[in-house]
């Protein structure tokens, strides 16, 4: 990668407004490319490698177990280890409850994936809750889990975690690709990488088909959004930290005009209900696409209200909500105010977070269990 990285974007985006598109594109290429100048397989494309899109037949689905009652867990001290996925059948490793296990998906016609999952106490007891975790640029698994606390509040109330792990094959910095066209919809790319994922889990483990969820931070946080519009059968709810509205790009160039300004958007159907967590302060993606993902995913004719909201001597927040028709909360936006292009209230063993903001993993899991899925 290059060490000029940030600068480098910096310059295609002023590029790009400045209508030079062919300079803009030779910067950002410029700016994947490994240390050294090279791309990792020579092809001069900077390494941004598209995942085949390719819906899976409802047949070759593992079937899905029966949807149960959830229930909170006793607190419980989240377990340190990791097991390691050997050769053989994933299906066929030890997940002992407690553990943060190693695994790989992948299915035909698209590129396979590593991950690791949480797997709680008391797992197999009785069905419980998923939550589908995207990280964002840069950023892995272990990383990410560190700066949510998302596994000791699995731990603790009792539900699974999975947390897919781009490559640098698919994308140099690590980066989902939610401002491609062939990654933006069901059956395609890594949306369907994602169900499909999810679904192999559900067929191994005791999940609550019901409370199925999916959050993510920056590029995951917008890849979420598009999963779950995507995948409405299968994901319950969704959270958006620092994310964009599904739609507002379809290349690099308009990916990097909607992260500085927001983006043109299409008419859309109203999606899962969604709560959104975006910084003030946020100079990566500007906040008006908080704004964005609010308003895409609400449902039309909604009665909204606001109210500022201080936990602990933390950073303020307005938080707006949005009702139904039937008085039900449907969408929560979250504005902190000072916040950076960072996981609210996050700890800082890990990158990109803001440990002095409101929680938004346990708020976005408080919205979550609000909201099953709906017959």
Not at 144 to 153: K, Q, S, V
Not at 223 to 245: D, K, Q, R, T
Not at 294 to 306: L, N, T
């Amino acid at each position: 990668m290059n060490p000029d990285f940030q600068h480098l974007l910096q310059e295609a985006t002023h590029l790009t407004r400045l209508g030079d598109l062919q300079a803009a594109t030779r910067a950002i290429q410029q700016a994947l490319r490994p240390t050294g100048g090279a791309d990792a397989d020579g092809d001069g494309d900077g390494d941004v490698i598209d995942v085949e899109a390719r819906e899976v037949p409802d047949a070759d689905r593992p079937a899905l177990p029966p949807a149960g009652d959830w229930q909170p867990s006793p607190a419980s001290k989240p377990a340190s280890k990791s097991t390691e996925w050997g050769p053989g059948p994933a299906a066929a490793q030890p997940e002992a409850p407690g553990a943060f296990v190693r695994g790989r998906h992948g299915a035909a016609g698209l590129a396979g994936r590593d991950y690791k999952l949480y797997v709680p106490p008391g797992a197999g007891s009785r069905p419980m809750p998923l939550v589908l975790m995207l990280h964002g640029c840069t950023q892995d698994p272990d990383d990410f889990a560190a700066g949510t606390r998302m596994n000791e509040l699995a731990a603790a109330q009792g539900f699974f975690v999975l947390y897919p792990s781009q490559s640098q094959r698919a994308n140099p910095q690590r980066c989902w690709n939610w401002f491609k066209s062939n990654h933006q919809g069901r059956g395609r790319g890594e949306p369907a990488l994602f169900a499909g994922m999810v679904r192999e889990v559900m067929a191994r483990h005791s999940i609550d088909a019901d409370r199925v969820y999916v959050a993510g931070l920056s590029a995951g946080g917008a890849m979420a959004a598009i999963v779950a519009e995507a995948y409405p059968e299968l994901f319950a709810a969704a959270g958006v930290h620092s994310g964009l509205a599904p739609g507002v790009a379809h290349d690099v160039p308009s990916a990097l005009e909607a992260m500085k300004k927001g983006g043109e958007r299409k008419p859309r159907a109203p999606g899962v209900p969604t709560i959104v967590f975006h910084g003030d302060a946020d100079t990566t993606v500007h906040p008006v696409n908080g704004r964005q993902v609010f308003e895409s995913a609400g449902p039309a004719g909604g009665r909204a209200q606001s109210d500022e909201v201080q936990a602990n001597g933390r950073r303020k927040a307005t938080r707006q909500i949005q009702r139904d028709a039937t008085g039900a909360v449907t969408m929560e936006h979250w504005s902190v105010h000072g916040s950076p292009h960072a996981w609210s209230g996050g700890s800082a063993r890990g990158s990109y977070t803001d440990p002095t903001g409101p929680d938004a993993s346990a708020e976005m899991l408080r919205f979550f269990l609000e909201h099953p899925r709906k017959a």
